[in-house]
């Protein structure tokens, strides 16, 4: 994928994780630690309650975190597929006999539409993750 376009999507992503990390994760983490502290302060309780009690605190951040990440994995995965597609064409085309100039220009406009096509996906991903964290923390 071109560099600028590359750049473009990395910044989008990274500015979306950190919106989740600062409105969702981060309190996840804090209850998290919190209700961990709250397992050791438990005198009466064995070694074993008090791990599965922590265990237990963990899991809400531990599947919020699963959940970004597969989310990511998908998006990453449907814009590569997006872009292989593109050199694909652009290698059928060299194949033709087409100009290499050309199609460097209909490969570069292709991959700028894929970018541009899932750019406009991640406010709705961003949107169902949120939802998504907010029913985890329930």
């Known amino acids: 994928m071109a560099d600028v376009q590359q750049l473009r999507v990395q910044e989008a992503v ?22 961990s502290a709250d ?16 265990e237990r605190c963990h899991a809400p951040l531990a599947q919020a975190q699963a959940l970004v990440t597969s989310e990511l994995e998908k998006f990453q995965d449907r814009l590569a597929r997006c ?5 694909d064409k652009a290698k059928d085309s060299i194949d033709a006999g087409s100009k290499e100039r050309q199609v460097k220009r209909q490969l570069e406009s292709c991959v700028t539409k894929c970018v541009d096509d899932h750019m406009n996906l991640i406010p709705t991903m961003t949107k169902k993750m949120k939802e998504s964290l907010s029913s985890i923390q329930k």
């Open 14 to 35: 990274d500015t979306m994780v950190k919106s989740l990390e600062r409105e969702n994760i981060r309190k996840m983490q804090g209850l998290m630690f919190r209700c």
């Open 39 to 54: 397992c050791c302060e438990d005198s009466q309780a064995s070694m074993q309650q008090v791990h599965q009690c922590i």
């Open 83 to 87: 872009t292989m597609h593109c050199n």
